[in-house]
C-alpha cells in the first residue's frame, strides 16, 4: 500500500476507523471521508472530509474531487458507509426500505461513480465495497437490510464487468462484526466468534493491494468463527 491513495467512506465509524489506521501503517495516503464532522487538519498523509451526504450525487462528487486535489490521485475507493434496520415486513413501512437502500446502496453507487473517472488513470485501481453475509439469505425482520446489500453485491459484480482490465471490483461479506454498538444490542452473545474490525480491515486491504491484482467481481464472505 506504499504510497497508494485510498479514499474511505464512513470513515469514522467503527470499522471505518480500524481501515483508516491499518491502510496508514501500511504506508497509504487516506481520504477519510464521513458524514459526521471532522476538525482534523489535513496531513501529506491524510485528509478528513467530514460532513458529507454521500447520498447526494452533488456532495460525493465535490468530497472525492476535493480528495483526489489534496493527492494528486486516486488509487482504491473503499465503501463503507451503510447502516442497518432491523424491522419485520409486516411491522415496518416503505421508509426503512427507502433508508436502507440510500445508506447502503446509493453511498456506494455515488461514490463510485464519482471516483471512476479517477481511478481510470491509476493503473492499478480497486474499488471494495461491504456487502453482508446475511444478503445471502433474509432471516427474519432482515428483509429491507438484506435487499440493499443484495443491491450491493449486484453493483459489485456490474461494475467489475464494466470496468474488466481497467479497475477490480469486489466485495466483502461480513457476518456480524465486533463493535460497541452490536455488544449493546446483543449484550448475551458470543462475541469471540464475530468477525474483529481489524480481521476484516486486512481483507478489505488485501483488495485493494497489487496482491489481489487477479480478483475481481468477487464476494468474499468473511464469516468469523461461526
Same mark, same amino acid.
Given at each position: ?64 474531487? @476535493?480528495?483526489?486535489?489534496?493527492? $494528486?490521485? =486516486?488509487? #482504491? &475507493?473503499?465503501?463503507? /458507509? *451503510?447502516?442497518? %434496520? ?38 492499478? @485501481?480497486?474499488?471494495?465495497?461491504? $456487502?453482508? =453475509?446475511? #444478503? &445471502?439469505?433474509?432471516? /427474519? *425482520?432482515?428483509? %429491507? ?82
Amino acid at each position: 500500500m506504499n504510497e497508494k491513495v485510498v479514499i474511505i467512506t464512513g470513515a469514522l465509524g467503527a470499522l471505518g476507523k480500524v481501515v483508516v489506521e491499518e491502510a496508514l501503517a501500511r504506508g497509504a495516503r487516506v481520504a477519510a471521508v464521513d458524514h459526521a464532522p471532522s476538525s482534523l487538519s489535513p496531513t501529506s498523509s491524510r485528509i478528513e472530509l467530514g460532513g458529507v451526504d454521500l447520498t447526494d450525487t452533488a456532495q460525493a462528487k465535490k468530497a472525492i474531487d @476535493a480528495a483526489v486535489a489534496h493527492f $494528486g490521485r =486516486l488509487d #482504491a &475507493l473503499i465503501n463503507i /458507509a *451503510g447502516g442497518f %434496520a432491523f424491522e419485520t415486513v409486516a411491522d415496518g413501512g416503505p421508509g426503512t426500505w427507502q433508508r436502507m437502500y440510500a445508506l447502503n446502496v446509493a453511498t456506494a453507487l455515488n461514490a463510485s461513480r464519482a471516483a471512476i473517472p479517477h481511478l481510470l488513470a491509476s493503473g492499478a @485501481a480497486r474499488i471494495i465495497n461491504i $456487502g453482508a =453475509l446475511g #444478503a &445471502l439469505q433474509a432471516g /427474519a *425482520g432482515m428483509g %429491507a437490510y438484506a435487499a440493499s446489500k443484495s443491491g450491493v453485491h449486484r453493483l459489485t459484480e456490474a461494475l467489475a464487468a464494466e470496468h474488466k482490465g481497467k479497475i477490480t471490483v469486489n466485495a466483502v461479506l461480513p457476518s456480524i462484526i465486533d463493535t460497541p454498538a452490536n455488544r449493546t444490542s446483543m449484550p448475551k452473545a458470543d462475541f469471540s466468534k464475530w468477525v474483529a474490525p481489524k480481521e476484516l480491515a486486512d481483507v478489505i486491504l488485501f483488495l485493494a493491494s497489487d496482491a489481489a491484482s487477479a480478483v475481481t467481481g468477487a464476494l468474499l464472505p468473511v464469516n468469523g468463527r461461526v
